[in-house]
C-alpha cells in the first residue's frame, strides 16, 4: 500500500488517500466544457439598443421634470440606490438642486425600492 494510509473507524481497517492526491484523481478524471462564443457578440450587439431603450423610458419617464429628462440617463439601480447619470456638469448641478428640493422624496415615494438616489456626470 503505497501512497495510502490506513485509518481505524469502528474496528474496520480501510485505506484513505492523502487529501491532495485525492484531488490530483478528481482532476485527471475530470473534462472540462468548451464554451461556445460564436454567439456572445451577436446577442451583446442585439442587447444594446434595448438597454438604452429601457434606461431612457423606462424609470425617468415621468419621475423627473421633462427639462431635466432629456439630460439624465439612468445607469443603475440596484441596493435600493438609484444612480442616475447627467450628461453635463452643468446638468448634474440642475439634477441635484431639484433632487435636494424635494425631488429625492419624491422618487422615493413613486417607487418604494428606491432608498437613495446618486447622481453621476457622464
Same mark, same amino acid.
Given at each position: !500500500?503505497?501512497?495510502?494510509? %490506513?485509518?481505524? %473507524?469502528?474496528?474496520?481497517?480501510?485505506?484513505?488517500?492523502?487529501?491532495? =492526491?485525492? +484531488?490530483?484523481?478528481? *482532476?485527471?478524471?475530470?473534462?472540462?466544457? =468548451?464554451?461556445?462564443? %460564436?454567439?456572445?457578440?451577436?446577442?451583446?450587439?442585439?442587447?444594446?439598443?434595448?438597454?438604452?431603450? +429601457?434606461?431612457?423610458?423606462? &424609470?425617468?419617464?415621468? $419621475?423627473?421634470?421633462?427639462?431635466?429628462? *432629456?439630460? &439624465?440617463?439612468?445607469?443603475? $439601480?440596484?441596493?435600493?440606490?438609484?444612480?442616475?447619470?447627467?450628461?453635463?456638469?452643468?446638468?448634474?448641478?440642475?439634477?441635484?438642486?431639484?433632487? *435636494?428640493?424635494?425631488?429625492? !422624496?419624491?422618487? *422615493?415615494?413613486? !417607487?418604494?425600492?428606491?432608498?437613495?438616489?446618486?447622481?453621476? +456626470?457622464?
Amino acid at each position: !500500500m503505497t501512497g495510502l494510509r %490506513s485509518c481505524r %473507524s469502528a474496528g474496520v481497517r480501510f485505506a484513505m488517500r492523502p487529501p491532495l =492526491q485525492q +484531488i490530483n484523481v478528481y *482532476r485527471a478524471t475530470r473534462v472540462p466544457l =468548451q464554451r461556445d462564443l %460564436s454567439l456572445g457578440g451577436v446577442i451583446d450587439a442585439a442587447l444594446v439598443p434595448a438597454r438604452d431603450a +429601457i434606461k431612457a423610458a423606462g &424609470v425617468i419617464d415621468g $419621475l423627473l421634470p421633462p427639462d431635466i429628462a *432629456r439630460h &439624465v440617463a439612468t445607469s443603475t $439601480l440596484a441596493r435600493g440606490t438609484l444612480t442616475l447619470v447627467a450628461s453635463s456638469a452643468a446638468s448634474a448641478h440642475v439634477l441635484s438642486g431639484w433632487l *435636494r428640493g424635494g425631488g429625492e !422624496m419624491f422618487i *422615493r415615494t413613486k !417607487m418604494s425600492r428606491v432608498k437613495k438616489v446618486r447622481t453621476q +456626470i457622464h
